[in-house]
Nanobody, 122 residues
Framework: QVPLAESGGGLVQAGGSLRLSCAASGRSIATYALAWFRRAPGKDREFVAAVSQSGLITQGADAVKGRFTISRDSAQNTVYLQLVSLQPEDTAIYYC???????????????WGQGTQVTVSS
């Protein structure tokens, strides 16, 4: 098991920024690809961004390119998602996930956090 815990969500106005964190406890995530997904109200969970084990390769969904940045800190055993220029349509529960390789699909990840709520007001 890889316990993952997200934090950093909250309520912001449109155009605002947040930084989400996802920390692993008790086990190193250095050998895992990491990703963020989100579930908006009434919608399926969707891919947001992923980062390779080395941290050198990242991939983002078209809807967030240029606004959201994924990064990882091996020393802190943490993955981050920097969100800027937030819009109301970004309102969702954001989940981090860990798996053996980068993937844009949920099936590519074995371990999931409980999620953190991001709400963007207009």
């Amino acid at each position: 098991q890889v316990p993952l815990a997200e934090s950093g969500g909250g309520l912001v106005q449109a155009g605002g920024s947040l930084r989400l964190s996802c920390a692993a406890s008790g086990r190193s995530i250095a050998t895992y690809a990491l990703a963020w997904f989100r579930r908006a109200p009434g919608k399926d969970r969707e891919f947001v961004a992923a980062v390779s084990q080395s941290g050198l390769i990242t991939q983002g969904a078209d809807a967030v390119k240029g606004r959201f940045t994924i990064s990882r800190d091996s020393a802190q055993n943490t993955v981050y998602l920097q969100l800027v220029s937030l819009q109301p349509e970004d309102t969702a529960i954001y989940y981090c996930a860990a798996g053996p390789a980068m993937s844009t699909t949920q099936n590519g990840y074995n371990y999931w956090g409980q999620g953190t709520q991001v709400t963007v007001s207009s």
